[in-house]
Nanobody
Framework: QVQLVESGGGLVQAGGSLRLSCAAS?????MGWFRQAPGKEREFVAA????????DYADSVKGRFTISRDNAKNTVYLEMNSLKPEDTAVYYC????????????????WGQGTQVTVSS
């Protein structure tokens, strides 16, 4: 079974940058990043195909965030630039072998989450 561990979260000021990492223990298939802010539902952030050849982003992060993967290290990254206070949330890494729509909430495997706080 796939296990995912996120890291790299922290406190940054608005306009700053942060890179999140997700280390996986097994075959991950498509991988994605989701986030959940206090009082809000979990929302899709970005996803990447198994080979890394295809990516998808939520409109709110396009042009600011970049998802990538290093299959040799079995690790997925989320580079976050021009951070805004509204980006504050717990960020979760997810993996799936069969989701068709990248933004689907039905990924089979989930990490424990890492907190990202952007101050104003």
């Amino acid at each position: 079974q796939v296990q995912l561990v996120e890291s790299g979260g922290g406190l940054v000021q608005a306009g700053g940058s942060l890179r999140l990492s997700c280390a996986a223990s097994g075959r991950t298939g498509r991988m994605g990043w989701f986030r959940q802010a206090p009082g809000k539902e979990r929302e899709f952030v970005a996803a990447i195909s198994r080979s890394g050849g295809g990516t998808d982003y939520a409109d709110s992060v396009k042009g600011r965030f970049t998802i990538s993967r290093d299959n040799a290290k079995n690790t997925v990254y989320l580079e976050m630039n021009s951070l805004k206070p509204e980006d504050t949330a717990v960020y979760y890494c997810a993996a799936s072998y069969h989701v068709v729509v990248a933004s689907s909430p039905d990924y089979e495997y989930w990490g424990q989450g890492t907190q990202v706080t952007v101050s104003s």
